[in-house]
């Protein structure tokens, strides 16, 4: 059974660094293709992916936001981190990580989100 | 355009079949994934690769693909399917994950 669970603040400052952790079970980065995600959702809004880390370092991140985050994994804790810096009033938003696969094949790659966690609300706010 | 563009929203009575659509010029390429969201929960996936269905999905959910636009459709509608839709997929490249602007299925 794979499951996914957020941690981290639930209120920063405008200028801060956010650091959220993904800490999930039931998969390992040992298997080929497996990656966990982030996602986020403002209120009302709808879903924007942040980034991605897939089990060989395969890392991808939103073009719009790739010079704020970081994602990282620690395989020994099966845990998954991403960072973002400066943080700001519009970077509100409940934050998802989810379970993915990616798929090679010789038209594309393809990836989706099949396991979420519950998500964590991140209020930027002075 | 790397986007995907869905209708805000669709309305359906109980019984009837939903169509949500989903166009971007990257589909044709790429394959369309869709996920269903109820209000205060985290999204769950209904289709992926255009048209597969996990395990535990009603048989009543559906996807196809054809040329810049992939569909969810959702036959004989039940109350427990009003939710947000969205799709997602990738860009042209696959270099990285693009989400729509989701559908809020309404039934009536």
């Known amino acids: 059974q794979i499951t996914l669970k957020e941690s981290g603040p639930t209120l920063v400052k405008p200028t801060q660094t956010l650091t959220l952790t993904c800490t999930f079970s039931?998969?390992?980065?040992?298997?080929?293709?497996?990656?966990v995600g982030w996602i986020r959702q403002p209120p009302g809004k709808a879903l924007e992916w942040l980034a991605v880390?897939?089990?060989?370092?395969?890392?991808r991140y939103g073009p719009s936001l790739k010079s704020r985050l970081t994602i990282t994994k620690d395989t020994s804790k099966n845990q998954v981190v991403l960072k973002m810096t400066n943080m700001d009033p519009v970077d509100t938003a409940t934050y998802f990580c989810?379970?993915?696969?990616?798929?090679?094949?010789?038209?594309?790659?393809?990836?989706?989100?099949?396991?979420w966690g519950q998500g964590t609300l991140v209020t930027v706010s002075s | 355009s790397n986007e995907l563009t869905q209708p805000p929203s669709v309305s359906v009575s109980p019984g009837q079949t939903a169509r949500i659509t989903c166009s971007g010029d990257a589909l044709p390429k790429q394959y369309g994934h869709w996920y269903q969201q109820k209000p205060g929960q985290a999204p769950v996936m209904v289709i992926y690769k255009d048209s597969e269905r996990p395990s535990g999905i009603p048989e009543r959910f559906s996807g196809s693909s054809s040329g810049t636009t992939v569909t969810l459709t959702i036959s004989g509608v039940q109350a427990e399917d009003e939710a947000d839709y969205y799709c997602q997929s990738a860009d042209s490249s696959s270099s990285y994950v693009v989400f729509g602007g989701g559908t809020k299925l309404t039934v009536l």
């Open positions: 039931g998969f390992s980065f040992s298997t080929s293709g497996v990656g």
């Open positions: 989810a379970h993915s696969r990616i798929h090679y094949n010789d038209v594309s790659t393809y990836y989706y989100f099949d396991y």
């Open positions: 880390i897939y089990w060989g370092d395969d890392i």
